[in-house]
């Protein structure tokens, strides 16, 4: 929901023969400056800061059924121009609620079409709309995005893992930093990616995202171009768990009807790193909320069984899946108070398009009877489109025998077919209060503020890599503190952070099932603080957590939803520092890259008063035993400076209660 606190509203009539235009809109700070501009030749936008070019004149466009907007253009109607200030409520965003606020245009076309444009003291938004189409049935042939620089910028871009069909893929990939020309033009990258500006940080995203194809970027030069999935036209399904995937497609990326808005593209501008990970336009721009009652929704944290192979020891029974199994997962979550357990795949075949018949070894409803007992439900995985195939007796089916939601996994795609799953899926999970958790997705695109059910995405290149991934390939370390300044800009992050086998980098290797992290215990314990997050995974197993019940405890006690959230200090690339209150506890975790680093935190965040701190730092020996650490409890205040050291793919964490 959103509250309108001021409008100034201007409309200017302009020449009904008119062809030209240009725009400007300048931002409530007065800081940036944004120009939109129609000719004979099509439609730009461009982006200023005092004297500073942003983004060079960057030409936008729709085709609707073969027909370009600038080529369709014969008349400029008027332009609408509104100054806004608003409060939105986020419930389990990153705080509850944030003001916002912008300059606005919306200019109308005699052709049935319109374009909207937002500027913000943090960036600049617009989208495409119809206006004439009432009743009618047309097709997007394809939409014109193309973000041209004056300079050979560096940019990080998260390239698909599929060069050959790029667009089939899990959206999971670090990121290639280097200059814009340098980048591969071979492959496909997908949003959020970042381009280094020099006095300013502009990170490409989209909000709003419905009955519409995602946007990927491919680097030319000193630009880089949108590319959309084309339609779906047939389908086939892997035969290991019934995914379904795309075989051939239409010559065109979506069918509408109607008149409707598009998704908003932007370009946020952060002049700080430290102003990245907080920044929350995509949010802002999304449809409001549709289903208004959000107190049955329970975010909280969940003991995992997949990242750590059902690893349980030193019990009388064999581990796998099958009651006593879950059983000692749902003991283990009720000990150390978390909300829930995951039964990962293998609960049902996911071979057979079948989610209603579950495995022999397994009794749910009599699992689920038992959680009731302790306090602890349960959600169940599953494959996309598996669930959409029986989706209301599905929903219905596992509402009624008490099982809290589904961990949603493998679209691994975002054309418009796609997109429209998800959104029926959350619908229909609304409808019969079930939370959602979606794996094996492309980013977040505002959804979980239309749909709060939807209490994380994954899209990241999460821990669950490590089980498989070599130190000298991918440095996960490194992503640890560049994802969160990017792709955290754009929602929820379901990492599955906790693993207790902590190594350096000489001594990390690919184990599967007693995998290691990359980094110290304090680097993983960092990231329940750092992430955002409502619904995050214990991974590793009960019987680790259990050899150490006070470490165990203080990381499930950290809540994941928060009051206020800010960023005290970082660089992305190098280590982050995350603050956040929850009442009046205060919260802190920190991390580095694989250098060794010293910090010195301040403390001027806090109110006034005495806080206690409990903190969590790496042991004097991290550098060669990733799981040494040390405890230590400090008074602290405002006025207060700690200085922290932070090993090899270290970090810290720590707890500040007022006292």
């Known amino acids: 929901m959103k509250t309108i606190l ?132 047309y097709t997007i042939q394809s939409e014109k995005a193309e973000f041209r620089f004056n300079e050979d910028f560096t940019s990080y871009l998260p390239y698909s893992t599929n060069p050959k069909k790029p667009e089939a893929q899990a959206f999971q990939a670090t990121y290639d930093v280097k200059p814009l020309s340098e980048q591969a033009t071979n492959n496909l990258a997908f949003l959020p990616a970042v381009v280094d500006a020099k006095k300013a940080k502009l990170t490409l995203m989209e909000s709003d995202l419905e009955s519409y194809p995602g946007m990927f970027i491919r680097p030319e030069g000193k630009s880089l171009k949108a590319w959309f999935a084309k339609y779906p036209k047939t389908f086939d399904h892997y035969t290991w768990r019934y995914q379904r995937y795309v075989t051939s497609t239409e010559d065109f990326i979506a069918t509408c009807k109607g008149n409707r808005n598009f998704p908003w593209r932007i370009i946020a ?37 997949w990242w750590n192979d059902w690893g349980v020891s ?5 581990a796998g899946i099958n009651m006593p199994t879950y059983q000692h997962y749902i003991d283990f979550a009720s000990k150390y108070g978390l909300e829930y357990i995951i039964l990962d795949e293998g ?70 077919e796609g997109v429209e799953m998800i959104y029926r899926i959350a619908d229909v999970c609304a409808k019969y209060h079930l939370m959602l958790d979606y794996h094996g997705i492309y980013k977040p695109t505002g959804i979980n503020r239309t749909y709060p059910n939807i209490v994380n995405f994954e899209s990241c290149f999460g821990m669950e890599e490590a089980k498989w991934t070599k130190h000298d390939e991918k440095d996960m370390p490194l992503y640890d503190v560049t994802f969160p300044f990017i792709r955290m800009q ?12 902590n190594a350096t980098a000489k001594d990390f290797q690919p184990i599967y099932y007693n995998p290691l992290t990359m980094g110290t215990r304090c680097h993983q314990l960092a990231m329940y603080v750092i992430h955002d997050s409502p619904l995050t995974m214990l991974a590793d197993n009960p019987t ?17 939803i928060f009051d206020q959230t800010i960023i005290p200090q970082g660089k992305m690339g190098e280590y982050i520092v995350s603050a956040r209150r929850c009442d009046t506890t205060w919260y802190v975790g920190g991390q580095t890259n694989w250098s060794e680093r010293d910090l010195t935190l301040s403390f001027s ?55």
Not at 314 to 318: I, T
Not at 637 to 645: C, Y
């Open 6 to 137: 001021s409008i100034v509203c201007f409309i200017a009539s302009l020449s009904v023969w008119a062809n030209h235009l240009q725009e400007t809109l300048t931002s409530p700070n007065g800081k940036l400056e944004a120009v939109f501009s129609i000719d004979n030749e099509g439609m730009y936008i461009q982006l200023m800061e005092g004297k500073t070019l942003l983004l060079d004149k960057s030409p936008i466009d729709l085709e609707i059924q073969g027909k370009g907007f600038a080529s369709r253009l014969s008349k400029i109607g008027t332009v609408k121009r509104n100054k806004v200030k608003e409060s939105v409520k986020a419930p389990f965003y990153r705080q509850p609620q944030f003001e916002i606020e912008y300059q606005q245009s919306i200019i109308s076309l005699s052709n049935g079409m319109a374009i909207e444009l937002r500027l913000f003291n943090d960036g600049f938004a617009y989208r495409f709309s119809t206006t004439g189409y009432k009743n009618k049935r």
């Open 269 to 305: 501008v952060s002049h700080n790193d430290t102003e990245m990970p907080v920044n929350n336009l995509v949010y802002a721009l999304a449809s409001p909320n549709r289903i208004d009652d959000t107190s049955w929704i329970k975010p909280g944290k969940v003991a995992w069984d």
């Open 314 to 318: 030193g019990v009388d029974f064999k």
């Open 347 to 416: 609960w049902f075949k996911p071979s057979v398009n079948d989610m209603l018949t579950v495995v022999p070894e397994l009794n749910l409803p009599e699992l689920v009877a038992y959680g009731k007992q302790k306090g602890v439900r349960i959600i169940l995985w599953t494959v996309f489109n598996i669930l959409d195939d029986n989706l209301e007796k599905i929903c219905k089916t596992y509402s009624d025998m008490g099982i809290a939601g589904f961990k949603a996994d493998f679209l691994d795609r975002d054309d418009q």
């Open 490 to 501: 754009t929602g929820f992050v379901d990492f599955t952070p906790g693993g207790m086998r």
């Open 544 to 560: 680790a957590y259990e050899q150490e019940p006070d470490f165990t405890r203080f990381m499930a006690s950290i809540p994941v």
């Open 605 to 659: 965040f806090l109110p006034v008063g005495t806080y206690e701190a409990i903190i969590y730092t790496d042991g004097v020996n991290a550098d060669k035993n990733a799981c040494d650490y040390k405890v230590q409890t400090k008074q602290v205040n405002s006025n207060t400076s700690l200085p922290i050291h932070l090993a090899s793919g270290g970090g810290f964490a720590m707890k500040l209660t007022k006292k």
